[in-house]
């Protein structure tokens, strides 16, 4: 029997969820009962990017271990105060791809509305972490710019929706911006990059999943899952109601030092995702933002572990392995 948004919300509502998610260093530690003296942590990071993580994240890291693969993610260290040539505030060349407040558009046929910049968690390595949001997402007041330049453009064939993340913003807000988007005759799918049903289950609500099975568009969301140990019981559940509004998921990946860069953690987080109905779409080569030197992997390296996955996974399973280059008119493999 199909599960329904009631059997799996619980009396919390997800925006009471993200209100009381995690923000100081001290509630941090203690809730993982975990001591300063074990880890080189520096609460002078979090004055430039804040920690912010829901409990429905943090309770799948382990009490204790200063090395979970989950807690390295979202912990701010000493590491990201040293400076690293290489690595910018714009690695991937979001600036130049603005067009109108909150619109990047990069690649032939489709576009991208950075809508919040909101997060329900803030990963260390994430490549618009120093963005200037304030200014440049697509807010109520300068939507309606961003919906005629799409309409002047009939070679758009697709919308994503990224942010911060989308599923931050409300229900109502969300399926007023679809239903804009709708309108234009050219458009045919619709993508929401999101980690918010990773990150906070609860998210997928019955409203979600109400304007999401209900839009005209061609509808993918693509998550962002490093590790295996994320998805548990309800992660699971989350997906599958999303799967039974006929949306298409796809997962993409950072290559983490430390984290994920072993072949057996890939292959068991591919094998993972598609039981849950998610198919791996990209496993990126991190992106050189400021303050993320120490989880970069070297490419002959990602190579090496690549060519490794593929031996043990049918080909289906196999991300694939990519980095964003700043001005390039698409992913560049990286063979």
């Given at each position: 029997m199909p599960?329904?948004?009631?059997?799996?919300?619980?009396?919390?509502?997800?925006?009471?969820e993200l209100a009381k998610a995690c923000r100081q260093l001290p509630e941090l530690l203690n809730y993982l009962e975990l001591d300063l003296k074990q880890i080189s942590v520096n609460p002078q990071v979090t004055t430039k990017f804040p920690l912010h993580v829901t409990y429905a994240y943090l309770s799948r890291i382990e009490k204790g271990n200063p090395n979970d693969p989950l807690l390295r993610q979202i912990l701010p260290i000493d590491d990201e105060l040293v400076f690293h040539p290489g690595?910018?505030?714009?690695?991937v060349g979001d600036l130049e791809a603005g067009q109108t407040p909150g619109l990047l558009h990069k690649y032939h046929g489709r576009?991208?509305?950075?809508t919040t910049g909101g997060c329900s968690i803030n990963c260390r390595y994430c490549f618009r972490r120093e963005y200037p949001y304030n200014g440049n997402q697509t807010s109520k007041s300068v939507e309606q710019a961003a919906i005629n330049y799409i309409k002047q453009r009939p070679e758009i064939s697709e919308v994503i929706l990224?942010?911060?993340?989308?599923?931050?913003?409300?229900?109502?807000?969300?399926?007023?911006?679809?239903?804009?988007?709708?309108?234009?005759?050219?458009?045919?799918?619709?993508?929401?990059?999101?980690?918010?049903?990773?990150?906070?289950?609860?998210?997928?609500?019955?409203?979600?999943?109400?304007?999401?099975?209900?839009?005209?568009?061609?509808?993918?969301?693509?998550?962002?899952?490093?590790h295996p140990n994320e998805l548990d019981g309800a992660v699971s559940e989350a997906l599958?109601?999303?799967?039974?509004?006929?949306?298409i998921l796809l997962n993409q990946s950072v290559l983490l030092k430390g984290i994920n860069d072993s072949e057996l953690t890939l292959c068991e987080l591919s094998e993972s995702l598609f039981q849950n109905g998610v198919l791996p779409y990209y496993l990126h080569l991190l992106d050189k933002v400021s303050g993320s030197q120490h989880f970069d992997l070297?490419?002959?390296?990602?190579?090496?572990?690549?060519?490794?996955i593929r031996s043990k996974l049918p080909g289906y399973l196999v991300p694939t392995l990519v980095r964003e280059r700043s001005g390039f008119p698409y992913k560049s493999p990286v063979l």
């Open positions: 599960l329904t948004a009631s059997q799996t919300t619980p009396q919390t509502s997800w925006q009471q690595y910018t505030t714009n690695p576009l991208l509305l950075i990224s942010g911060g993340d989308p599923l931050i913003l409300s229900d109502a807000r969300l399926s007023s911006m679809v239903a804009k988007l709708e309108e234009i005759p050219h458009l045919k799918r619709l993508r929401i990059h999101t980690r918010l049903p990773v990150t906070l289950p609860s998210r997928v609500d019955s409203p979600l999943l109400k304007w999401l099975s209900r839009t005209r568009l061609t509808t993918s969301i693509v998550l962002h899952v490093n599958l109601l999303l799967r039974q509004t006929g949306v070297p490419e002959a390296d990602a190579r090496l572990l690549y060519h490794k």
